[in-house]
């Protein structure tokens, strides 16, 4: 999955890991014959590839990035009370993650990934949905769940309105 590069830092092995739009970090080295990247040693040639975009595998296997809080929480909902744009396709916002959460039986999980396709999610279980990647909920019988948004910092509402459907239990102080 392609994701955008924001930034830059140093990582403690001293080389250069580009900070992602979807808050994964990935090494960027220049290791010929494997890896040519000469502008990665230049402050200038890192400026210049910000908002170029990298492959980012962490995504297609929709692993959460370090770091992450809960910053808000849906409601729970059944197979009743889930609204209908979760069972379209719709999208975590930019800088953000969700964690669908299953309480009680199973739905099914579509993610636009590579490769896409759909997982159960059982009860006790939990799946990770990536920044602005196409999904959706398939409900299949009795459910229990609720989505999470996770992120750096509290300055949005965490996703398409189908995932949060004004249902928010805020978790920020104050």
Known sequence: MERTITGWHRGDDGDWVAELSCLHGQHVRHRPPYRVAPWVDTAEGRTAHVGTSLDCPPCDRAELPAGLSVLRTTATWDEHSTPAGLTGEHRVAAGRW?????????LGFW??????????????????????????????????????????HEDDEGGDPACWAGRVEDHRDG
């Open 98 to 106: 969700g964690r669908l959460q299953v309480l009680d039986g199973a």
């Open 111 to 152: 993610l636009a990934s590579d490769p896409s396709g759909e997982r159960t999610v059982r009860a006790g279980e939990a799946q990770a949905i990536p920044p602005e990647v196409v999904h959706r909920v398939v409900l299949r019988g009795p459910v229990r769940f609720h989505v999470s948004f996770l992120g750096r």
